[in-house]
């Protein structure tokens, strides 16, 4: 059987897709019963070589002719933002037709939507390209871990700022100048904001919570820092602490803010009773990570998801997030799935999505990394770790580098709550001893130790400085 | 709708199972629309205490009893072993019902049968299960990949081999005491042949291959090598030259013998027309795998699948392969994936499976790492390195460790083929200055270099002892 595919846009990975479809249709015809053609392709101009081996007859400029082609069976999207994409998408499904897209920016915002269109059509919308590139993130989460009590989901889903902090991490070298490699090795775009301050993240991180936890989250809801604060000074500092610096995506569900926001000390360990709150917390910050979690060597250019499942454990999922053979090779997945399942009249599985109140960060507990340049003069430390006390934050250790001009003061702290940790920097900045307050970064616990004061358990040896000078904030500093 | 599942065997993953459906059925049934119970539980012996919050008359010691049980929609099976497994599943499926496994030993040696059978009933035969415990392998293969040109799976598909290498790299204790660590803390059963001889990993294998390259592989046709014979000082060579000890199931397509088997040099490079060749190389044994790869940070009990695509690129899955909620995860995933389709009709995607020549190792071509204790006087060098290039194989670096009657020779070689390099061995060991050979370890290459001699893709330090005297074959040694 003949299935005709429309494809919209054929930038990176329409012609990665149209090659594939050309390349492997035989033996996707030998192992599923049907033949992939592409079949009409809409473009914005006509006379670009796109390396594709089309007739020109196979191209148009006007993307809506080919959704309300009659022989075009299933719509693939590749146009990415926000319109026309979604009234394209919308008019395909209208018409009965699957759709398959890779546009990450439309299912973190309009997603819902969308997929409420399709369940009234009857038809697929398929979007395992939009997070995680060649990842099978969506497939995992909506069909394996089915019947899963997910607990929290904890990406790197971003390849740019993923490469940057690993070049950072592995040569020592600012900021800076990873960003300028970066560039000059083809892996940040020349305007690098979308990337580096987190905006690509955030969008993946509200399509994997509503995936993961059936709530409907979107971009603009999740929290977001990015990398452009990480100096190569705090990276060096994780690392003799055996840590590596990660810009992370992280979804989780959270015990109800009555519970947890009674008292200073950090919230009770999850417990089931309290799923049915219905809380989620979606953010997306540069955090430390030890270097025993498999998250910690994920390098370069790749992206992995690490998700822990009440019953599974943890489950982590590693490749190539971004590319064009790699996305298409995702959309294929989909394209395929979409195909066996028109022929069948089944339609693939939802997960129904229910309103979910997104959790303030303000509200959250972790434990913190601060440096602190100070004038360096009797006092000081008594005059900084004060700040601390007065707001509820209690400090593990603490480490003094240089001296003079260039003191610094490295805190750690022990579990704090987030507001009053950034009470705290925002006091810290205030002080007359203070020259600046230098990055927060939050650290990665598990979330299911018995006891919130314990070490991870993939770690043994968290907030270990090997032979450096401790003072922790009981003594007499 | 209820759904009401049979249960064959009631031992970690069976009790498991009925926690989890009793657990999330609120869950499952909001999600998917089913309710699926524990109906009917075949035990062995009835009085013993399994944790289940079931009613006596659940319980039956006749597994065909709840086979054959007209209100029994589907069917898990969790006895293991041949028979009377395989007997029960085919019943099953030839009852019309949907057949649940976690069957690894099975599967290995009639998987291929009992898919014809479910086939011919037009009824799922799901075994997520048996490979990769809570890790959505076989979803991932058969679905997401289903479009992709699959070269190469490379797994750490046994735990407790995974936990004891673990322990010989961590603290660099030798064989017999990690093993007896393991059966310590549960990590190995009291006769741990099958996991420490291969068994289990190589079953695996003949699994994974069938899925990945659809074709029909069993498990004695897989080459395999246990690790019982790796030593502390290999892991601790090994980790000097920067790479880690693992036992690797490996499965691939190979260039076909007659372009192979011309010369003595490293076939070319794979290229998509050989591919109709259908020949696949299976097999089991420790290798040595750059730090870099990541393989080589998965420790103690994990295990994780490494894909290489043509399209998609390297894909790692990651997760528990082992333990009782674990391993009922995963078959939970798949009985909510045979209650769908039930109730649409639809059966889940097969991969047809075609005849194909699994290629003897001897053919097979890498990198080898070699130990040799030899009497410490002149001219032993010489006698040895001879060895190796009368047999075609050529050495990149030779060192000598210890003096006198601890004299050792280690060598690392290009690549060479293997049946020159057992051939080598062979030689070695009737040469009399040699007092043993020791450990033999492959090296994990890329399978993808242009140049096959070159550094994995993963890897910028392959071959390198850092500070150590090196001797090069060509030297004068």
Same mark, same amino acid.
């Given at each position: 059987m003949v299935v005709k595919v429309g494809i919209l846009g054929c930038g990176n990975v329409g012609s990665a897709l149209v090659s594939l479809l050309q390349e492997q249709g035989d033996e996707i015809a030998k192992r599923s019963g049907f033949r992939l053609v592409p079949f009409r392709i809409a473009v914005?101009?006509?006379?670009?070589?796109?390396?594709?081996?089309?007739?020109?007859?196979?191209?148009?400029?006007?993307p809506y002719s080919v959704v309300t082609d009659e022989e075009v069976d299933i719509v693939v999207e590749l146009?990415?933002?926000?319109d026309p994409a979604r009234d394209l998408i919308r008019e395909a499904l209208n018409l009965g037709k699957p759709v398959v897209t890779a546009n990450k920016e439309l299912i973190a915002t309009y997603g819902a939507e969308l997929m409420q269109t399709a369940g009234k059509a009857g038809v697929d919308l398929l979007y395992e390209a939009a997070v995680g590139g060649a990842i099978p993130l969506v497939r995992i989460l909506k069909e394996s871990l089915a019947g899963e009590r997910i607990r929290r989901v904890v990406g790197i889903v971003n390849g740019t700022t993923n490469y940057i902090l690993t070049r950072m991490s592995e040569e020592g070298i600012d900021y800076d100048e990873a960003l300028l490699q970066a560039i000059a090795q083809g892996m940040a775009e020349a305007d690098p904001r979308a990337d580096v301050e987190g905006y690509d993240a955030a969008a993946k991180a509200a399509i994997l919570s509503s995936i993961a936890f059936g709530v409907n989250v979107v971009a603009k809801e999740v929290y977001r820092e990015g990398i452009?604060?990480?100096?190569a000074i705090d990276i060096s500092f994780a690392r003799n602490l055996g840590y590596e610096v990660k810009l992370l995506a992280i979804a989780e569900l959270v015990p109800p803010l009555s519970a947890a926001n009674h008292a200073i000390n950090p919230p009770e360990v999850f417990t &089931? &009773?309290?799923?049915?709150? &219905?809380e989620v917390a979606v953010r997306v910050h540069p955090a430390m990570l030890h270097r025993?979690?498999?998250?910690?060597?994920?390098?370069?250019?790749f992206n992995a998801v690490f998700i822990e499942g009440a019953t599974a454990g943890e489950i982590m999922l590693y490749g190539r997030g971004a590319g064009g053979r790699p996305t298409a090779s995702a959309v294929l997945g989909d394209l395929i799935d979409a195909a066996h399942n028109r022929q069948s009249g089944a339609v693939t599985r939802r997960v129904p999505t229910r309103v979910a109140r997104v959790r303030d960060i303000g509200s959250l507990y972790c434990k913190y990394y601060l440096n602190v340049d100070v004038v360096d003069r009797p006092g000081v430390l008594a005059a900084v770790a004060g700040v601390f006390g007065e707001n509820n934050v209690s400090i593990r250790s603490m480490e003094q580098l240089g001296l003079g001009d260039e003191a610094r003061l490295v805190f750690l702290t022990h579990t704090a709550k987030e507001a009053d940790m950034i009470a705290t920097v925002k006091a810290l900045s205030e002080l007359?001893?203070?020259e600046k307050v230098g990055a927060l970064l939050r650290v990665l616990d598990p979330i299911d130790s018995s006891d919130p004061q314990g070490e991870p358990s993939y770690s043994d040896d968290t907030w270990t400085v090997p032979g450096s000078p401790r003072v922790h904030s009981g003594g007499t500093a």
């Open positions: 914005r101009q006509l006379d670009k070589d796109r390396g594709v081996n089309l007739s020109k007859e196979s191209f148009t400029t006007d146009i990415g933002g926000i452009t604060g990480v100096r &089931e &009773e309290r799923v049915s709150q &219905e025993s979690h498999p998250l910690a060597s994920v390098r370069g250019p007359s001893v203070v």
